[in-house]
């Protein structure tokens, strides 16, 4: 699976971007797709993912601003973010899970291991 984010960028506190995964590849072999990332000196962290069946997870930091959402027939993630804060600066990747053909999906949220990576997209917000 190769996965290629873009939409980040620069933008002011308050405001608001949109994040795009593009799957390609064994795309079946994806039982999650999560968006991490990673502020510097800041271990990486999961900050929403989302199962085949539609089960998602938003860390506590953004619950209620940021939405996640995937077409499954154009093989895209997306992160809607919103109410961005300077706290949200990071490079955001995009990762997917496969967990085999027993996995289900209602397991998405515990998982932290995934295998295939995207490059990442920066993310700045100003206060």
């Known amino acids: 699976v190769q996965l290629v984010e873009s939409g980040g960028g620069s933008v002011q506190a308050g405001g608001s971007l949109r994040l795009t995964c593009v799957a390609s590849g064994d795309t079946h072999s994806r039982s999650c797709m999560g968006w991490f990332r990673q502020a510097p000196g800041k271990e990486r962290e999961l900050v929403s993912s989302?199962?085949?069946?539609?089960?998602?997870y938003y860390a506590a930091s953004v619950k209620d601003r940021f939405t996640i959402s995937q077409d499954n027939a154009a093989n895209t993630l997306y992160l809607q973010m919103s109410s961005l804060q300077a706290e949200d600066t990071a490079m955001y990747s995009c990762a997917a899970y496969d967990g085999g053909p027993w996995f289900r999906s209602s397991r998405c949220p515990l998982i932290r291991s995934y295998q295939f990576w995207g490059q990442g997209t920066q993310v700045t917000v100003s206060s």
């Open positions: 989302i199962g085949t069946d539609g089960t998602t």
